[in-house]
């Protein structure tokens, strides 16, 4: 009867432990874990197509950075995780600093993505602008 007694005793602390174990477990993970994930910086690739060298940019979202004529902003990126190729989605702002046109804010203003970059291209005569990363 005593050690019938330890038994369930024993199994209730158990039990009282992997109860708290999951609930602990539950709480540290983020909401929303499988639909979106946003990031901090954006990682474009901008090929010069004059000298056809390309470079490596890391931009940190809600900064502009000055590439050469270009004036680029991030506003947001996210990473998508339903399946097994993640697609990659940034809100990106470029201006170019030749252009003296008043009416013409942007040259680009628009979601870019990282699969196809042409469902919303960038047009620019002497640059092209693909993203490569959100993280």
Not at 40 to 58: N, Y
């Amino acid at each position: 009867m005593i050690q019938l007694k330890k038994n369930i005793q024993s199994g209730k602390v158990s039990f009282l432990f992997l109860f708290i174990y999951f609930f602990l477990i539950n709480l540290s993970l983020p909401l929303g874990a499988n639909e979106n994930s946003e990031g901090e910086f954006v990682e474009i690739k901008i090929l010069d197509k004059v000298s056809s060298k390309t470079d490596l940019l890391k931009l940190s979202i809600g900064q502009e950075l000055r590439f050469k004529s270009l004036l680029i902003k991030s506003l947001k990126c996210k990473n998508s995780e339903f399946d097994d190729n993640p697609e990659i989605t940034a809100y990106i702002q470029v201006k170019d600093l030749t252009n003296k046109d008043n009416n013409e804010v942007f040259i680009f203003n628009g979601w870019t993505f990282s699969s196809s970059p042409a469902v919303n291209p960038f047009d620019h005569a002497v640059y092209d602008i693909w993203l490569t990363r959100c993280y």
